[in-house]
């Protein structure tokens, strides 16, 4: 093949199966299992291992899965001493990298990374995968504090991921509610099929990298606008547009202007992103469950879906999940710069089960390129050149 297609839209890179989307009628799969099963009945700790396993764990593989994250909750203080040292004023995506990274010198784990063959060990996989999933939430939320000048709040060894993640956050219990929603928010956000994080995770597992290695390259990947942060410019759109009576001037104003209207559109999706529906459906709930009334975000996110569904839906334009998750988030008290790093935890999943998936049959990634450059040609000494 020697057609050249701009960001390799539309060419297979790899084989995978992992997870599949169905673009046309709007469903997201898992291992086969539907994404609005998933959200409704399952947790993320049992997600991350149907990723990973490829089917839905029993009670003991679940128990033993979920008691060895909980025992990795906790850093080395040296980690702690290394993010004190970055400037507060950083962003959060740049501190993850780093923290990754760090963690492959604090736990190294680069044995099995030699041949292709010997990558296939499952403890290995099963020991890596513990380390990097346990300890990513535990970054994002140890940074929270200490960019503010404060230590960091230690993690709770009997609380779930999602639990913990918040209640190293504020040093509290979550509501029930409330860690339901992030649980929710985690397991949406852990896999969807080959994008461009998932795709540097490949081409960076393909080389035998360690794991660090991998997913600080994804954080990366992540951490530029074109593909994480979305849901922060959501938040910012809404809290500009202000009131629901406002929506149809300002939408008005920016499609005359061609301007984004961010958390609409996918490249995938020609329908609502089936993640967006159950993240609506938790947002309904809050006020219902508190007894109170949608805030004026929510009451102005879902003006503007309607004022934009509208106007845009015959195009195949509709709201996706990057629409409700930053809404929710706010609602968690998480600070906007916050989100994306919240997405790298989660998506951690999917990387990793990823990294897996191509270490089974690993060949390392070596795309070709059409080159339009000069043709061969003299080298002029100095001396003779002109111009």
């Given at each position: 093949?020697?057609?050249?297609?701009?960001?390799?839209?539309?060419?297979?890179a790899?084989?995978?199966?992992?997870?599949?989307?169905?673009?046309?009628?709007g469903?997201?799969?898992?291992?086969?299992?539907?994404?609005?099963?998933?959200?409704?009945?399952?947790?993320?700790?049992?997600?991350?291992?149907?990723?990973?396993?490829?089917?839905?764990?029993?009670?003991?593989?679940?128990?033993?899965?979920?008691?060895?994250?909980?025992q990795?909750?906790?850093?080395?203080?040296?980690?702690?001493?290394?993010?004190?040292?970055?400037?507060?004023?950083?962003?959060?995506?740049?501190?993850?990298?780093?923290?990754?990274?760090?963690?492959?010198?604090?736990?190294?784990?680069?044995?099995?990374?030699?041949?292709?063959?010997?990558?296939?060990?499952?403890?290995?996989?099963?020991?890596?995968?513990?380390?990097?999933?346990?300890?990513?939430?535990?970054?994002?939320?140890?940074?929270?504090?200490?960019?503010?000048?404060?230590?960091?709040?230690?993690p709770?060894?009997?609380?779930?991921i999602?639990?913990?993640?918040?209640?190293?956050?504020?040093?509290?219990?979550?509501?029930?509610?409330?860690?339901?929603?992030?649980?929710?928010?985690?397991?949406?956000?852990?896999?969807?099929?080959?994008?461009?994080?998932?795709f540097a995770?490949?081409?960076?597992?393909?080389?035998?990298?360690?794991?660090?290695?991998?997913?600080?390259?994804?954080?990366?990947?992540?951490?530029?606008?074109?593909?994480?942060g979305?849901?922060?410019?959501?938040?910012?759109?809404?809290?500009?547009?202000?009131?629901?009576?406002?929506?149809?001037?300002?939408?008005?104003?920016?499609?005359?202007?061609?301007?984004?209207?961010?958390?609409?559109?996918?490249?995938?999706?020609?329908?609502?992103?089936?993640?967006?529906?159950?993240?609506?459906?938790?947002?309904?709930?809050?006020?219902a469950?508190?007894?109170?009334?949608?805030?004026?975000?929510?009451?102005?996110?879902?003006?503007?879906?309607?004022?934009?569904?509208?106007?845009?839906?015959?195009?195949?334009?509709?709201?996706?999940?990057?629409?409700?998750?930053?809404?929710?988030?706010?609602?968690?008290?998480?600070?906007?710069?916050?989100?994306?790093?919240?997405?790298?935890?989660?998506?951690?999943?999917?990387?990793?089960?990823?990294?897996?998936?191509?270490?089974?049959?690993?060949?390392?990634?070596?795309?070709t390129?059409?080159?339009v450059?000069?043709?061969?040609?003299?080298?002029?000494?100095?001396?003779?050149?002109?111009?």
């Amino acid at each position: 093949m020697s057609e050249y297609l701009p960001g390799l839209e539309g060419v297979p890179a790899t084989q995978s199966n992992i997870s599949d989307v169905d673009g046309e009628r709007g469903i997201l799969s898992y291992r086969g299992y539907p994404i609005e099963d998933l959200a409704e009945r399952s947790t993320f700790e049992e997600t991350t291992l149907l990723l990973l396993d490829g089917e839905l764990p029993t009670a003991q593989r679940l128990e033993e899965f979920t008691q060895e994250l909980r025992q990795n909750y906790r850093v080395k203080y040296n980690i702690r001493t290394l993010m004190t040292a970055l400037p507060s004023t950083g962003s959060p995506m740049e501190m993850l990298q780093a923290g990754v990274s760090a963690l492959g010198m604090f736990y190294p784990g680069n044995e099995c990374l030699t041949d292709s063959d010997s990558c296939t060990d499952r403890d290995y996989v099963d020991n890596m995968t513990v380390k990097i999933i346990a300890r990513m939430p535990a970054l994002v939320a140890m940074w929270e504090h200490i960019r503010n000048g404060y230590d960091p709040i230690p993690p709770r060894p009997d609380l779930p991921i999602a639990d913990n993640l918040l209640y190293m956050f504020y040093g509290e219990e979550p509501d029930p509610l409330l860690a339901k929603i992030m649980d929710t928010c985690l397991i949406l956000h852990a896999e969807h099929t080959t994008n461009a994080s998932t795709f540097a995770t490949l081409v960076t597992a393909s080389t035998l990298a360690s794991p660090y290695a991998v997913i600080s390259g994804a954080v990366g990947t992540l951490s530029g606008p074109l593909h994480g942060g979305a849901n922060e410019r959501v938040v910012e759109m809404l809290r500009e547009i202000g009131r629901p009576e406002n929506v149809k001037t300002w939408l008005d104003k920016q499609l005359d202007r061609k301007q984004i209207i961010w958390g609409f559109g996918h490249r995938v999706y020609k329908v609502k992103d089936p993640r967006a529906k159950i993240l609506q459906k938790l947002m309904e709930r809050l006020p219902a469950e508190r007894g109170g009334q949608l805030s004026p975000l929510f009451e102005t996110a879902i003006a503007l879906e309607e004022a934009a569904t509208e106007r845009l839906g015959h195009k195949g334009i509709y709201a996706n999940v990057d629409f409700y998750s930053g809404i929710l988030y706010m609602e968690l008290g998480i600070p906007i710069d916050q989100f994306t790093p919240l997405f790298a935890v989660s998506r951690s999943a999917g990387w990793l089960a990823h990294w897996h998936e191509q270490l089974s049959d690993n060949r390392i990634f070596r795309p070709t390129q059409v080159y339009v450059g000069e043709p061969l040609r003299r080298y002029v000494p100095l001396r003779e050149r002109t111009s």
